[in-house]
C-alpha cells in the first residue's frame, strides 16, 4: 500500500476516534458522570499517557517562558472553554446537531483569519462560507421546533471557541514537538477544570462503573489515538488534505448517533447537513500555506481536536 493511502486511512481513523467522543460523552452521562468530572479525567488520564509516551520517546520537556505562557492559554483557557462548551451542548441537543454546529468553525477561522491574520476572503471561501450557512439554517430550521436554543448556543460557542484556539495555536506555538504541546495542553487543562469541578462542588466518582468504561473510550480512542493517528496522516498526506478529510467526523457522529440512540434527520436536514460540510471542505481546501509555513506550526492547530 502507498503513503499516500496509508495516511488517509490514518487520518480516518482519527476522525472515527474523534467522532465516537460525543456518543461515548453520552453514555458517560448516563452513567451519572458530571460535565466538569468528565473533562477532569479525560485530560488528566490523556496528560498522564502523553507525558508516559514522551518517557519512552526520551523527548525532551524543557520549555521556555513563552512557550509555557502560550501552553497555558491554549490548554487552560481556550481548549477548556470550547470542550466545556461543546460536553455542555451534549445535554441540552442531539449528538448530530451538535457535530454539525461544532463544524461550522471554518467559518469562524476565515473571519478571524481575515481580521487577525490579514488573509484576503477569496470568492470560493466566501462562497463555501455561504454554503455553510444555508446549511446550518436547513439543519436547524426556521421554527426550531423541538430543539433547545441553549444547546445551539453552546455548540456555535464551541465552534468560535475551537476556531481561536486555531488562530492563537497558529501564532504562538512554533517548533514544538506534537506530542509535549500535547501533553502540556492537556497539562494546563487538566488544572483549569479541576478548578471548575471544585466550584461545583468537587469530583465527583460516585458515578456507575459504566462511566469509566465511557471514560476510557474519551482517553483512548478519541484522545491520546485519535491524536497520534493524525499526526502520522499528517506526515504522509499534509495538512490540506488530512483536514478535508477530518470532515469524516461529524459524519461518523451522525452515524453512530443514528444506529445507537435512533436520532434522525428529514431530507431537508440531511442536504442542510451535507452543505455545512461540503463548505468547511472548500474553505479548508481553499487555503493556500504561507511560503516557508512547516508543517508542524500548520499542525498546531489540531494538536487536541476536541
Known amino acids: ?43 488528566l488520564f490523556a496528560a498522564v499517557l502523553f ?47 451538535a457535530a454539525l454546529l461544532l463544524y461550522t468553525f471554518p467559518v469562524f477561522v476565515a473571519v478571524l483569519s481575515y481580521f487577525v491574520e490579514k488573509e484576503p476572503l477569496t470568492k470560493k471561501t466566501v462562497f463555501a462560507m455561504l454554503l455553510s450557512l444555508l446549511g446550518l439554517g436547513l439543519v436547524l430550521g426556521l421554527s426550531f421546533d423541538g ?14 471557541f475551537y476556531s481561536v484556539y486555531i488562530i492563537v495555536g497558529n501564532r504562538v506555538v512554533k517548533g514544538l ?8 495542553i492537556s497539562l494546563f487543562a487538566a488544572a483549569t477544570t479541576f478548578l471548575i469541578a471544585q466550584k461545583e462542588g468537587g469530583v465527583d466518582l460516585s458515578f456507575a462503573p459504566a462511566g469509566w468504561l465511557a471514560l476510557g473510550g474519551i482517553v483512548v480512542f478519541s484522545t491520546v489515538l485519535a491524536i497520534s493517528f493524525f499526526f502520522r496522516g499528517l ?31 428529514s431530507l431537508l436536514q440531511l442536504l442542510g447537513g451535507c452543505a455545512v460540510l461540503a463548505g468547511a471542505a472548500l474553505i479548508v481546501a481553499g487555503k493556500e500555506p504561507k511560503p516557508g509555513q512547516a508543517e508542524e506550526g500548520k499542525a498546531t492547530a489540531r494538536t487536541i481536536e476536541w
Open 1 to 43: 500500500m502507498n503513503p499516500l493511502s496509508i495516511g488517509v486511512l490514518y487520518v480516518l481513523a482519527s476522525a472515527a476516534g474523534f467522532g465516537v467522543m460525543s456518543i461515548f460523552a453520552v453514555y458517560a452521562y448516563g452513567a451519572g458522570v458530571s460535565v466538569s468530572t468528565l473533562l477532569f479525567l479525560r485530560f
Open 51 to 97: 507525558f508516559g509516551l514522551l518517557a519512552w520517546r526520551r523527548e525532551s520537556l524543557r520549555l521556555n517562558r513563552r512557550q509555557v505562557l502560550a501552553l497555558f492559554c491554549l490548554g487552560g483557557v481556550l481548549y477548556t472553554l470550547q470542550s466545556l462548551s461543546f460536553f455542555s451542548a451534549v445535554q441540552y441537543i442531539s449528538t448530530s446537531l
Open 177 to 184: 514537538s506534537s506530542y509535549v504541546t500535547s501533553g502540556y
Open 235 to 265: 506526515q504522509l498526506i499534509g495538512s490540506t488534505k488530512a483536514s478535508v478529510l477530518s470532515t469524516f467526523e461529524p459524519v461518523v457522529t451522525i452515524g453512530c448517533s443514528a444506529l445507537l440512540f435512533g436520532e434522525a434527520f
Open 147 to 160: 430543539i433547545q436554543p441553549f444547546g445551539v448556543v453552546l455548540a456555535l460557542a464551541a465552534a468560535l
